[in-house]
């Protein structure tokens, strides 16, 4: 009888690990998306930021980064990014062909979070979560050529 209860404990300890990967969507599956999609800034360098950052990473290899630098409204930024999934290493392109400042390693990826290190001394940890941008960020364009974005 100990033998099945320790067994039925474990077995429940790793299904809830397991269900812990993801979220599920209305057909009760569970979604995750990897890299792709929106993500809102949320800390760099470990401190809590109130700058207000989001960036789509499109299953295309595109993305789409809106940032604002003041009351005036966002800037966007387009370009390609690439993803190497065996180093978790993340590089991009802007469309005037300007490359992003530095590559970025992935250190935590789930369905809610994503955190990456720049390949730079000092080190700079940027904190992302998951969150669709709203329309006032999507439908605003604001600065010019010499808004420096921020990857």
């Known amino acids: 009888m100990k033998r099945l209860f320790a067994t039925a404990v474990a077995l ?20 995750y998306e990897g890299i792709h999609g929106t993500w809102k800034l949320v800390a760099f360098c470990g401190h809590n930021t109130d700058a ?11 993305f789409t980064l809106y940032q604002r630098e003041d009351d005036l409204g966002y800037s966007l930024f387009v370009g390609t990014y690439t993803h190497d ?10 469309a005037n062909g300007k490359p992003w400042n530095c590559a970025y390693h992935i250190t935590t990826l789930d369905a809610k979070s994503l955190v990456w290190e720049s390949d730079t001394e000092p080190v700079e940890v940027s ?10 960020v999507t439908d605003s364009r604001a600065g010019g050529d010499d808004v420096k974005p921020f990857l």
């Open 52 to 62: 207000d950052i989001y960036i789509t990473l499109n299953e295309d290899s595109s």
């Open 12 to 31: 429940i300890a790793v299904l809830f690990s397991v269900t812990s990967c993801g979220e599920f969507g209305e057909s009760g599956k569970e979604t």
């Open 127 to 136: 904190e992302y979560r998951r969150s669709e941008a709203p329309k006032v």
């Open 85 to 94: 999934e065996a180093t978790s290493m993340v590089t991009g392109e802007y």
